[in-house]
């Protein structure tokens, strides 16, 4: 095991003109070879949410949101703006981001409208609004860009993580109505449709071959791989779901993993990519306050191991050195609720 005396975790200053999302951010001094990532979704920020200080207690560099911070479901970003207020002050809360660098992206309650896509009228005004919650300083390209996805870069003494926030809302055709009893939506026609609009994808395309990551983190609101539950998921647009994956293997983007969330169960979903060495995880960590209690199943054919309909977040530790990861979902009191190592 090699020793790194004075290493220096650097955050990459991302400022570059023309960028489109580029962030500036600096964290403390590290010495290490793991970056540990928390994330989660579906917080009601009136509901207690008991797993603060265990996200706290998990140690990690960064926490990402992936998405319904709050459940606003409104079109008046005043209002929406205000939870946030309400949610940057709830105990627990309010430690986590003194001591770490908060990062993430959206879902359709905090973007404003149910299951809402590019047919949300406030989604400028409701744009403004998260990014102040997210402190993103008022100079930044990425209030001036439409969409709220964002680029983060970590160097670490073994090697460096990029972690991508996409923004699954702002440019998202209307899903297709499902004619099957107890799903809501079903895929569209191949071809129709988008997840990403053509501007994010250029940008994702380019990060992702600029990469010179040993890990790139995808944070997408919706599943990416799940996709017969009949709720919202990448899987309604299969073209997009072949898109990406086109975009991972020919991008030689090495370490790619999948963070979601939205559904409010937890599960680890993997598929093989042709041509890329190493499975593709989509880790999906949802329910922070609530969660779906009565699930009784559904099929995912790429699920791994069991579904946690329990609150949790999930936990993401990058070996750098090793290059293992571990994925665990994590409970009340710090309690592993289900775990999955992968090597890259
Ligand atoms: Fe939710």
């Known amino acids: 095991m090699k020793v790194f005396k004075g290493a220096i975790l650097i955050v990459a200053i991302a400022l570059f003109v023309g960028c489109k999302s580029g962030i500036t951010i600096l964290t403390p001094e590290k010495q290490k070879d793991v970056f540990t990532i928390a994330f989660g979704s579906c917080n009601k920020h009136t509901v207690e949410n008991k797993l603060w200080d265990d996200v706290i207690a998990s140690d990690p560099d960064v926490w990402i949101w992936g998405g319904d911070i709050v459940y606003a479901d409104t079109d008046n970003a005043q209002k929406i703006g205000k939870m946030y207020e309400v949610q940057k002050k709830v105990t627990g809360y309010d430690t986590l981001r003194e001591k770490i660098q908060i990062i993430g992206t959206w879902d359709d309650h905090d973007y404003g409208l149910n299951d809402g896509g590019a047919e949300f009228a406030s989604k400028r005004e409701s744009q403004e609004v998260f990014l102040d ?12 860009q439409e969409g709220v996805y964002a680029s983060h870069s970590y160097d670490l003494p073994s090697g460096s993580v990029k972690i991508l926030i996409l923004d699954t809302r702002y440019f998202r055709s209307p899903l297709t109505p499902a004619k099957e009893r107890g799903k809501r939506y079903e895929p569209g026609i191949y071809g129709e449709g988008t997840v990403l609009g053509d501007e994010q994808w250029n940008w994702l395309e380019d990060e992702l071959r600029n990469s010179k990551a040993e890990f790139n983190i995808l944070v997408s609101s919706i599943q990416f791989l799940s996709n017969q539950h009949g709720f919202e998921c990448w899987g309604n647009f299969p073209h997009e779901v072949d898109k990406l994956k086109g975009i991972i293997e020919k991008s030689n983007a090495k370490g790619v993993i999948i963070l979601s969330g939205d559904r409010h169960i937890s599960e680890f979903s993997a598929d093989r990519i042709q041509g890329v060495a190493y499975p593709l995880v989509d880790f999906t960590s949802s329910g922070l306050t609530h969660v779906y209690s009565s699930y009784s199943g559904e099929p995912n054919p790429y699920r791994i191991g069991e579904v946690v ?5 999930g936990i993401v530790k990058i070996n750098l050195h090793t290059k293992e990861v571990l994925f665990e979902m994590i409970g009340n009191n710090g309690n592993i609720l289900n775990a999955l190592t992968e090597q890259y």
């Open 133 to 144: 919650f997210l402190d993103v300083p008022k100079e930044s390209n990425r209030r001036k």
């Open 309 to 313: 309909a329990k609150k949790s977040f």
